[in-house]
């Protein structure tokens, strides 16, 4: 298998999403999985601050989304 890392990420979350039952616990296994990979091949502190960023990104669409 080759291509940008990218283009690997999607392929093997596209191949779990149709394997899985319950597609939010296995996106929610691949996230917590994928960072402590993260955090073995780099520092804790490096895949923190991935799962910081995503999360800040998460809460402004969140935010921009938000009706009362």
Do not use: F, Y
Not at 8 to 20: D, G, P, R, S, Y
Not at 36 to 41: E, F, I, N, T, Y
Not at 48 to 61: F, P
Request: proline share 3%; hydrophobic share 50%; charged share 20%.
């Amino acid at each position: 298998m080759s291509g940008a890392p990218q283009e690997l990420a999607e392929q093997a979350i596209a191949e779990v999403l149709l394997k899985a039952r319950n597609r939010d616990a296995a996106c929610a296994a691949l996230m917590r999985i994928a960072g402590h990979a993260l955090a073995r091949l780099t520092s804790h502190d490096q895949a923190a601050s991935v799962h910081a960023s995503l999360a800040r990104q998460h809460a402004m669409r969140a935010a921009r989304c938000w009706r009362p």
